[in-house]
């Protein structure tokens, strides 16, 4: 699972700072905005997105449990990322 304690919003602003610098100072993209404003955007996405995988996270494994209970001595783990692969498939959420 991916907890918002693991991904911390200074090491997603970070990422996003250094992304943005390089792309525009290696002239590959051209900002319509200031860095910072595509930076702030860029944490936004990153933070959305974990959010997200938590939820899907938890959801596959309520759904993991259901199942388990049915057929007793599937592997759980494996079960549960089958479950959370689909799920976001199904949502169109990148993992």
Known sequence: M????????SLCRHA????VSTLA???LVRLRGDKKGVADKI???FLLNFRQEEEL?????????????????VDRHRVT???KQRLAEERRIVL
């Open 2 to 9: 991916v907890s918002p304690m693991r991904f911390p919003e």
């Open 16 to 19: 996003a700072e250094a992304l």
């Open 25 to 27: 100072d290696k002239g």
């Open 43 to 45: 944490v936004a996405a």
């Open 57 to 73: 996270e938890k959801e596959a494994e309520r759904l993991a449990d259901e199942h388990l209970k049915k057929a007793p001595g």
């Open 81 to 83: 990322q089958m479950i």
